[in-house]
């Protein structure tokens, strides 16, 4: 219900022999666990901070999605010490043969780059090497999702496996060769490097905006079809423009950044999206969208009636939420929670109402009714960002100008 679509790549990784440690980057807060369970498609232990436990009825929620507590310097000493409890109950979660999975990163961030990896994957791991390494391999596998719009509810993700870590074999090849400091440093330089090539990753620099904005720019050029195809163009067309950095002086680098984020300030200004760039035909886009939402209009205003009443509580919900990286994790609550409810209500007026047939049809309607809505409206927005995109010249010929740049 909260994703369009889910792409999941490289499950061939996914290591059968051993126990599995998916070490993943965060960017959407609890969608992200949503994501990685759809993607594993089995049974799935998570661990996430603290500080979401100390509400007691959140504690019970997390504790019943089978989640532990992972305690940070930030929570204190004291609370630091627990960790060698919580380890110990990671172990056994491996031991009998279920997936852990963590978010190194340790908080969530809606950015295509990675924070320094915290240290608690890596003790896990070793200390699940230590204590059944000798019946079984222990694998760190990393994890990268990619998501169409960190934002919108409904968005395309893309969940990607990558090269699972051996950790035994690691600890085999290394120990008593370097210290046990230096083993958990490779470790995590290693995790943090297969991870970053999961992911349009940019470094987090001064210059990441003006970075991406170019990126998603040159991207839309070759309109990708699916959310998986525009990672894999994403990650072509950073690499081409940092080898365009490297071959270009710093002054005619800065001035290119800088009109790449003037761009960006105009375009979101006048309402245009990086994806409306890249029509070849843009009145034909506009024209084509149009008459698809005109024909599809009178069901819109029917499932924008049946989503109405929970469309306005997610809505005053996510209008108190201060981090929006949680607004999506509210639509979905509030959807699975009230949206089966309406279904109930709606079907028991319709067949009391109308005979068994046309109810029959009316409730095939209602079921989709709230991801049509939602879709509808991203849908419209999309067209409407076209339609502006289309007689903006202005923006046409400073776009030509950075394009030429990029070539």
């Given at each position: 219900?909260?994703?369009?679509?889910?792409?999941?790549?490289?499950?061939?990784?996914?290591?059968?022999?051993?126990?599995v440690i998916i070490g993943c980057n965060h960017t959407n807060a609890l969608l992200d666990p949503l994501v990685i369970l759809r993607a594993?498609?089995?049974?799935?232990?998570f661990m996430t901070r603290s500080d979401v436990f100390r509400k007691p009825m959140l504690k019970k929620l997390f504790t019943f999605f089978k989640m532990l507590p992972i305690f940070r310097i930030r929570d204190g000493y004291t609370a630091v010490k627990q960790n060698e409890e919580i380890i110990g109950k990671c172990v056994e979660v491996l031991r009998h043969d279920y997936p852990l999975a963590l978010f190194p990163e340790a908080t969530h961030r809606p950015k295509h780059s990675l924070l320094s990896l915290s240290k608690g994957i890596f003790h896990i791991a070793l200390e699940?090497?230590?204590n059944i390494g000798h019946?079984?391999?222990v694998y760190i596998v990393p994890m990268g999702l990619e998501y169409g719009n960190y934002y919108r509810y409904r968005s395309n993700v893309v969940a990607t496996y990558g090269e699972p870590i051996n950790v035994t074999e690691f600890v085999r090849q290394y120990e008593g060769e370097v210290t046990p400091a230096r083993m958990l440093a490779m470790l995590r330089e290693e995790l943090s490097l297969r991870m970053?090539?999961?992911?349009?990753?940019?470094?987090?620099?001064?210059?990441?905006?003006?970075?991406?904005?170019?990126?998603k720019l040159c991207t839309a050029q070759m309109r990708p079809l699916s959310t998986a195809e525009r990672l894999t163009l994403n990650q072509t067309v950073i690499r081409h423009l940092e080898e365009k950095k490297e071959q270009q002086d710093t002054e005619t680098v800065a001035s290119v950044y800088t009109e790449a984020l003037e761009f960006k300030k105009e375009r979101r200004s006048c309402g245009v999206r990086t994806s409306s760039t890249g029509h070849k035909y843009p009145l034909a886009a506009s024209i084509a969208n149009s008459i698809v939402l005109l024909c599809t209009f009178p069901?819109?205003?029917?499932?924008?009636?049946?989503?109405?009443?929970?469309?306005?509580?997610s809505h005053i919900?996510?209008?108190?939420?201060?981090?929006?990286?949680?607004?999506n994790t509210a639509r979905l609550g509030v959807n699975l929670i009230l949206w089966p409810l309406l279904i109930l209500i709606w079907t028991i007026v319709l067949l009391c109402t109308m005979s068994l047939v046309p109810a029959l049809i009316c409730i095939a309607l209602i079921i989709p009714a709230v991801a049509f809505f939602y879709d509808y409206n991203a849908?419209?927005?999309?067209?409407?960002?076209?339609?502006?995109?289309?007689?903006?010249?202005?923006?046409?010929s400073r776009l030509a100008k950075l394009l030429k740049w990029c070539k």
């Open positions: 219900m909260s994703l369009r679509r889910l792409t999941v790549r490289g499950k061939e990784n996914l290591p059968k022999d051993g126990a594993m498609n089995r049974a799935t232990v699940t090497n230590k019946e079984r391999p970053s090539k999961l992911i349009a990753y940019l470094p987090d620099t001064e210059d990441y905006d003006a970075q991406w904005e170019l990126t069901y819109y205003l029917f499932c924008m009636l049946m989503a109405l009443p929970s469309w306005v509580l919900i996510v209008g108190k939420i201060k981090d929006k990286a949680f607004a849908f419209a927005m999309h067209t409407l960002s076209d339609w502006k995109w289309t007689f903006n010249t202005h923006l046409h």
